[in-house]
């Protein structure tokens, strides 16, 4: 059974940055995309980013291209999400993703619809 298990996530002030760790356990990342979701309070979930296999292709929602960057570590069987010149709209609680199905990772960022998710991390930007 594959497991995931986020960290890092904290209150910063605007403008500051975040590493968001994602532990992955019960399957190696080979062949898998990778992705973050996000739920800002009062609202449903959002793809944020994603990745296919073998460190391929990565897409972003528009809102955090340019800021936001997905990684793997294969060795490590660990993702992460690099968080820079963070916004109070990025509060929310971060989720991250895996799939086996590479086609689920495209331009349109439909990480919602991965089919194993973790129990997620909250991010907090406020001064």
């Known amino acids: 059974q594959v497991q995931l298990v986020e960290s890092g996530g904290d209150l910063v002030q605007p403008g500051g940055s975040l590493r968001l760790s994602c532990a992955v356990s019960?399957?190696?990342?080979?062949?898998?995309?990778i992705g973050w979701i996000r739920q800002a309070p009062g609202q449903g979930h959002e793809g944020v980013s994603c990745?296919?296999?073998?460190?391929?292709?990565?897409f972003y929602k528009d809102s955090v291209k340019g800021r936001f960057t997905i990684s793997r570590d294969d060795a490590k069987n660990t993702v992460f999400l690099q968080m820079n010149n963070l916004k109070p709209e990025d509060t929310a609680i971060y989720y991250c993703?895996?799939?086996?199905?590479?086609?689920?990772?495209?331009?349109?960022?439909?990480?919602?619809?991965?089919?194993?998710w973790g129990q997620g991390t909250q991010v907090t930007v406020s001064s």
């Open positions: 993703a895996v799939d086996v199905r590479n086609y689920m990772c495209s331009d349109q960022v439909a990480v919602t619809f991965f089919s194993v």
């Open positions: 990745q296919t296999e073998n460190h391929g292709r990565s």
């Open positions: 019960g399957s190696s990342l080979d062949n898998r995309a």
